[in-house]
């Protein structure tokens, strides 16, 4: 791996971290799942690739042995002509396709271990990839359904609030009506008890002005009652105060 790549790595990792709050996970395992499948489409582009090079190598060496038995078929033409040295010509040729076809058997050997060796990493590439897919899809059902639980509980305790802060106000009404009858209740008492009359709610609830004329009109009254006694006892002379203060006779 080139420094370049190996940076361009490192941003992509430090890009993930970066993502891992703002993506759930099954956003996470998609993009992993997404780019584990180009990896593999890769390695299976790869093995056509390596497979089409074997069969144009067996190809070329198809061609080549067909030359050579061409060849070897002008060497006996040639010695049946009692022509050696075409012959000889023929044979030479032949050695060197020879030895050209030899290493032709050596690189489709080579070829065909390579693409034997890519097509069982594509075996277990694949497996693993299908692997991940089925855990994926567990993981994702499983994030979901915690999510939907997650959802569930906050209603629930949005409702349980709200249920508490209900009861608390009807508890505090329920005190407020419980106060209010008790009010009543000793109100009504009060009045049976003859404590509390007409004129003393009156005089409670009455302001200080009309007190003040009650309290004139009382004393005036007060006043005129003292006057109209004197009266009568001045009216009535000594013996009739004599009479008073020594109070009726005896039978």
């Known amino acids: 791996m080139g420094i370049f790549s190996r940076f361009t790595h490192f941003l992509r990792v430090r890009a993930s971290a970066a993502l891992d709050k703002a993506e759930d996970p099954g956003q996470v395992m998609d993009y992993s799942y997404n780019k584990q499948i180009e990896q593999l489409q890769q390695l299976r582009r790869s093995i056509a690739d390596v497979m089409t090079s074997e069969k144009r190598l067996q190809l070329q060496q198809a061609q080549l042995a067909e030359k050579v038995d061409?060849?070897?078929?002008?060497?006996?033409?040639?010695?049946?002509?009692?022509?050696?040295?075409?012959?000889?010509?023929?044979?030479?040729?032949?050695?060197?396709?020879?030895?050209?076809?030899?290493?032709?058997?050596?690189?489709?050997?080579?070829?065909?271990?390579?693409?034997?060796?890519?097509?069982?990493?594509?075996?277990?590439?694949?497996?693993r990839v299908e692997a991940f897919r089925t855990q994926k899809e567990m993981?994702?059902?499983?994030?979901?359904?915690?999510?939907?639980?997650?959802?569930?509980?906050?209603?629930?305790?949005?409702?349980?609030?709200?249920?508490?802060?209900?009861?608390?106000?009807?508890?505090?009404?329920?005190?407020?009506?419980?106060?209010?009858?008790?009010?009543?209740?000793?109100?009504?008492?009060?009045?049976?008890?003859?404590?509390?009359?007409?004129?003393?709610?009156?005089g409670a609830t009455g302001d200080t002005f009309e007190r003040e004329l009650q309290q004139i009109a009382t004393q005036q009254n007060i006043e005129m009652q003292l006057q109209a006694m004197k009266q009568q006892l001045q009216l009535g002379g000594p013996s009739v105060q004599q009479k008073q203060v020594e109070g009726p006779a005896p039978e």
């Open 139 to 202: 993981v994702k059902a499983q994030y979901s359904a915690a999510q939907a639980q997650v959802k569930i509980n906050e209603t629930l305790t949005g409702i349980s609030q709200e249920m508490s802060e209900m009861s608390l106000a009807m508890q505090r009404a329920q005190d407020k009506v419980l106060t209010m009858q008790a009010r009543a209740n000793a109100m009504d008492a009060l009045l049976e008890q003859g404590i509390l009359n007409e004129q003393g709610l009156l």
């Open 70 to 127: 061409k060849l070897d078929l002008q060497a006996r033409q040639a010695l049946l002509a009692k022509r050696e040295d075409l012959a000889l010509i023929a044979l030479q040729r032949k050695e060197m396709l020879l030895s050209q076809l030899a290493s032709y058997e050596q690189q489709i050997a080579q070829v065909r271990a390579q693409s034997e060796k890519l097509i069982t990493m594509e075996r277990t590439v694949s497996a």
